[in-house]
C-alpha cells in the first residue's frame, strides 16, 4: 500500500509541476494482441516423470488514455486506462514428451502511469517506463490435477483482488496535425503473488503474472491546457 501512495503522489507531482508551462494534451486509443505467462509452478503431485513448464497464451487488449506532453523538453505521461486478458498455458511433459495443458486466463483492469520520452520528429521513436495497477476482475482454468482438457472453473475466489507491477516498453510514433497513429511493444512485469493457496489453487504457491503487449493506436490532438 505505501508503493501505490507513492506511486500516486508521483504522478500527482508531475502533472502539477508541469501544468503552469502549458501542457499539451492528446487523447490516446489503441488495441492490441497480449502475450501472457504466469512466473511460479504448481507443486508436483502424482508420478514423478511428471514435470510442467508455463508458456504464453494468446490474448486481447484495449484501452485509452491522456497524454500530457511538456513544452521544450522530450519528455510526455501518459495516463492510461484498459482491459488486458493476461494468463499461462501450463505444458505437461511426461519425460521429455508433451502429454496435455492446463489453461489458464486471467482479465485485468489496468490503470497505468507511464514516463514517455522521445524526440520531436514526424515520425518519432520513444521509449516508456511506469507503473501499472491491476484490477482482477476474473480468473478462470483448469483445477490442477484434473484431467487436461476438462471444464474451466473460476478461480476467482482464490485470486488477489489487485496486482502492482512495472511497464517498460518501446514505440514509434507518426505525428500528423490532428491524429497520430503509433505502435507500441511493451512489457508488463507483475510483482505481487496473485494466489492464496487455497481451493482452486492450492497447488500453486507463487502465481506472478508476466505479459508482453503489441499494439497500435491513434493519438488525438487537444487544446492546450
Not at 503431485?45 to 494468446?58: D, F, S
Request: glycine content about 14%; hydrophobic content about 40%.
Amino acid at each position: 500500500m505505501r508503493r501505490k501512495i507513492l506511486l500516486l503522489v508521483l504522478v500527482l507531482g508531475l502533472v502539477t509541476a508541469a501544468y503552469p508551462t502549458g501542457l499539451q494534451t492528446g487523447f490516446r486509443a489503441w488495441g492490441g494482441l497480449a502475450l501472457g505467462r504466469y512466473q511460479g509452478l504448481p507443486v508436483p503431485v502424482g508420478i514423478p516423470e511428471l514435470r510442467y513448464q508455463n508458456a504464453y497464451r494468446t490474448g486481447l487488449g484495449l484501452g485509452a488514455g491522456l497524454e500530457l506532453k511538456v513544452p521544450r523538453v522530450p519528455l510526455s505521461l501518459i495516463l492510461g486506462l484498459g482491459y488486458l486478458q493476461k494468463g499461462t498455458e501450463l505444458e505437461i511433459y511426461y519425460l521429455d514428451t508433451k502429454t496435455g495443458s492446463y489453461f489458464y486466463r486471467l482479465g485485468t483492469l489496468s490503470q497505468t502511469g507511464l514516463v514517455k520520452i522521445g524526440p520531436n520528429m514526424k515520425i518519432a521513436p520513444y521509449l516508456l517506463a511506469g507503473y501499472e495497477l491491476a484490477f482482477i476482475l476474473n480468473h478462470r482454468g483448469q483445477s490442477f490435477g484434473s484431467s487436461p482438457g476438462g471444464p474451466d472453473s473460476d478461480l476467482r475466489p482464490d485470486t488477489k483482488k489487485m496486482d502492482l507491477g512495472l511497464v517498460a516498453g518501446a514505440g514509434l510514433e507518426f505525428r500528423l496535425d490532428k491524429v497520430s497513429p503509433f505502435v507500441e511493444f511493451c512489457y508488463f512485469h507483475g510483482l505481487s503473488n496473485l494466489s492464496r493457496a487455497t481451493g482452486t489453487l492450492e497447488y500453486y504457491s507463487t502465481i506472478k503474472s508476466r505479459t508482453l503487449l503489441l499494439s497500435a493506436g491513434l493519438k488525438f490532438s487537444l487544446k492546450k491546457t
